[in-house]
């Protein structure tokens, strides 16, 4: 069973960047896809961006398209999410996943078996 521990949120003005870091531990981290949700006070949790289990296939929300980048190290059993040109929109607790179909792109909470306990990320205007 793969365990997950996010880092790296904090407090940033706009147009700042930030790196978030998700640990994984377990064997099995490699054969998973990973994916980033956020969610603001208030709100649902949403989609953010996806990776698949080789890191050949990603995909992002609309609104992070072109500023957000995930990438994994399969090496270190890390996902990552660089986050550029930050919106105070962008303010939410941030929570990365893992979805045992490691082939394929997953957009929705119920494909994802496992979560970590989140990292908050604070942009200031």
């Known amino acids: 069973q793969v365990q997950l521990v996010e880092s790296g949120g904090g407090l940033v003005q706009a147009g700042g960047s930030l790196r978030l870091s998700c640990a994984a531990s377990?064997?099995?981290?490699?054969?998973?896809?990973m994916g980033w949700f956020r969610q603001a006070p208030g709100k649902a949790r949403d989609f953010v961006a996806a990776i698949t289990w080789l890191g050949r296939n990603t995909d992002y929300a609309d609104s992070v398209q072109g500023r957000f980048t995930i990438s994994r190290d399969n090496a270190k059993n890390t996902v990552y999410l660089q986050m550029n040109s930050l919106k105070p929109e962008d303010t939410a607790v941030y929570y990365c996943a893992a979805n045992p179909q490691g082939y394929g792109l997953a957009y929705s909470m119920g494909a994802y078996d496992v979560w970590g306990q989140g990292t908050q990320v604070t942009v200031s205007s």
């Open positions: 377990g064997r099995a981290f490699t054969t998973y896809s």
